[in-house]
């Protein structure tokens, strides 16, 4: 039967990415983590000395990178003009600056193209804060990830925070600052679309999810 696109958004740490690459694969899909290429704009803004009062440098800046995603394990790849950048984009300092050059308007348009491209062949799976709101409008299944900001905060404390020197309290301030950068921000904010379906994933494992998201894409292929 015929492909579909699927979108995934919501607040930091929710477990999207993780989610989505499982139903990707099960579903031999392409995985598309657009906040690591926000991500990979910052480490070039950052790498260029240029804040993000200068929209005008930021848009040349982000009309002259090459950010391509490529299918990795356990990871997807993320090269910045050839550079394999996977690690580098993960630090404090980006995930620190991540939500400010992300709501600069002309770095949104310029990624978002680029996003709607890659969907364009459908079977795609596509995480994000603005996918079923914004990107792909008309994505056959739309899915809001959520949870609580304490549970978020304990799984990236696991997952990675504690060895980048982060405190349980530091990560659940910076998870709950990127949460209102994003929400707030004027250019297509983090919104749950009115199509999509709501999974609060507080008390749920990953499997648990990414069966129902399977569960729910069945009824649209
Ligand atoms: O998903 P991740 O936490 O890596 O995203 C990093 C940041 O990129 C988010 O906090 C948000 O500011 C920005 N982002 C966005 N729109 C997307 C994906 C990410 O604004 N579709």
Redesign the pocket.
């Known amino acids: 039967s015929d492909r579909i696109n699927i979108a995934i958004d919501g607040p930091?740490g929710a477990g999207?990415?993780t989610v989505a690459r499982r139903v990707a694969s099960l579903l031999g899909y392409v995985y598309i983590?657009?906040?690591?290429m926000?991500?990979a704009v910052t480490l070039a803004a950052q790498r260029s000395g240029i804040g993000t009062s200068r929209e005008d440098l930021l848009a040349e800046l982000v009309s002259n990178l090459d950010i391509t995603l490529k299918p990795g394990d356990p990871v997807q790849r993320v090269f910045l003009n050839g550079e394999d950048v996977t690690g580098l984009i993960r630090s404090r300092e980006i995930t620190a600056g991540?939500?400010a050059v992300?709501a600069v308007e002309p770095v949104r348009t310029s990624l978002v193209d680029k996003q709607r491209k890659l969907a364009l062949a459908k079977g795609v799976v596509m995480?994000?804060?603005?996918?079923g709101s914004h990107?792909l409008p008309d994505a056959e299944l739309k899915v809001f990830l959520t949870a609580s900001v304490e549970e978020r905060a304990k799984r990236r404390y696991k997952e990675s925070g504690a060895e980048q020197g982060y405190t349980l309290e530091q990560l659940e301030r910076e998870i709950a600052e990127?949460d209102r950068?994003?929400e707030q921000r004027l250019v297509s904010p983090l919104v749950k679309a009115k199509d999509a379906v709501l999974l609060d994933s507080t008390n749920d494992t990953i499997d648990e999810v990414v069966q129902r998201i399977l569960e729910l894409s069945r009824g649209r292929i």
């Open positions: 930091a999207k990415s983590d657009t906040g690591a926000y991500r991540v939500s992300a995480d994000g804060r603005d996918i990107v990127r950068m994003d």
